[in-house]
């Protein structure tokens, strides 16, 4: 159950992205995680003239790409007001889909696998690369977004692993993550088609088990959060400290 009364509104539309929101107005520790501050969003490639103009009036200068080197190939962008950091997460859901349909085993029990498989990798192979998202938050004086391609699993981790370094409960934690079932647009790919609308819900959605997973991973490899914060994310006291102090209040 939320510990406070939930944002609202928490999208900000753009004609050429979805699930794009602030991630703040969450109660965090004894104040809030402060809105304005850090935004979230599938791929930015196809933003139109008018998004553009959105993400300066919201001073949006920077952004976190977690995608991986194919995927910014395949879709780059370059905005004179904008840098952008590639901070990279390459994606197994598309080989392991791939290898999926080479054997024929296309259903719910192997999609569910597959995502519960990527959430636990973002633990065991990509907690350098989470670590760096703070690093940036730290470095960055001005709102940024972060993004991969759906802006709902690599994005959805990081955002909750910040949302909790900075003292939001676990429930809102959720809560923001599965708000991508509401807010993401599905995109109509050639290797969406002969797939069940079931599989591709599970695919290109969110599930509570996956974030669940990611943090029992946590639990199993590193003992508990706190650890993982320290150990792997070098989130040290002395910069959780200053986390709190730029985006909670």
């Known amino acids: ?43 930015l490639a196809n933003l139109s003239s008018q998004d553009l103009d959105t993400l300066q009036e919201l001073g949006i200068a920077c952004s976190l790409d977690f995608r991986g080197a194919h995927e910014r190939k395949r879709s780059p962008y370059q905005y004179s007001f904008l840098t952008s950091h590639a901070l990279t997460v390459e994606p197994t859901v598309l080989p392991d889909f791939l290898d999926m349909l080479a054997k024929g085993e296309v259903d719910v029990k192997a999609a569910y696998g597959t995502m519960n498989k990527t959430y636990s990798e973002f633990v065991t192979a990509h907690a350098a690369t989470f670590g760096r998202v703070f690093d940036q938050l730290l470095d960055t004086h001005t709102p940024l977004v972060l993004h991969c391609t759906a802006g709902k699993d690599r994005t959805g981790f990081a955002v909750a692993l910040l949302h909790r370094a900075a003292g939001v409960h676990p429930d809102d934690v959720m809560h923001d993550y599965l708000l991508t079932n509401q807010f993401f647009r599905r995109p109509d790919l050639p290797d969406n088609r002969g797939i069940s609308d079931e599989v591709l819900d599970i695919l290109w959605g969110v599930q509570p088990e996956f974030l669940e997973t990611a943090f029992k991973t946590i639990d199993k490899t590193h003992g508990n959060l706190e650890n993982f914060f320290q150990s792997a994310l070098k989130l040290s006291p002395a910069r959780r400290a200053a986390l709190l102090e730029r985006y909670t209040a």
Not at 5 to 31: K, Q, T
């Open 1 to 43: 159950m939320s510990v406070s009364p939930l944002p609202s509104p928490v999208s900000c539309p753009l004609e050429g992205a979805s699930n794009f929101r602030d991630i703040g107005g969450y109660a965090a520790g004894s104040g809030s995680f402060r809105k304005g501050r850090v935004y979230r969003s599938d791929h």
